[in-house]
Nanobody, 121 residues
Framework: QVQLVESGGGLVQAGGSLRLSCAAS????????MGWYRQAPGKQRELVAD???????NYVDSVKGRFTISRDNAENTVYLQMNSLKPEDTGVYFC???????????????WGQGTQVTVSS
């Protein structure tokens, strides 16, 4: 199993910055993609950004040019640097990690507990 610990949420004014971190516990499972989702009140959870084990990144259009996702494979940690924050970025941000068994190839999906990001206007 993989446990995820998130940190870095908070309250910030529009135009400000925050950095989210998500550390995955050591495991014999292989860590594949890592990413961040968010859920605003009354809305569905949406993918914000993800990054493959090889470093390929993917962003939702609304954050392109403002957010940067990165990962430290040695530490099994994924980061989300959020700049030029807007009120519409407000929501609970969830870390998402996909892993696989090196023996069976079975894939698994893991979620963090969520961290609140609030951007005031």
């Amino acid at each position: 199993q993989v446990q995820l610990v998130e940190s870095g949420g908070g309250l910030v004014q529009a135009g400000g910055s925050l950095r989210l971190s998500c550390a995955a516990s050591r495991s014999r499972f292989s860590i594949n993609s890592m990413g961040w989702y968010r859920q605003a009140p009354g809305k569905q959870r949406e993918l914000v950004a993800d990054i493959s084990s090889g470093g390929n990144t993917n962003y939702v259009d609304s954050v392109k040019g403002r957010f940067t996702i990165s990962r430290d494979n040695a530490e099994n940690t994924v980061y989300l640097q959020m700049n030029s924050l807007k009120p519409e970025d407000t929501g609970v941000y969830f870390c998402n990690v996909r892993s696989s068994s090196p023996w069976s190839g079975t894939t698994y999906e893991h979620w963090g507990q969520g961290t609140q990001v609030t951007v005031s206007s």
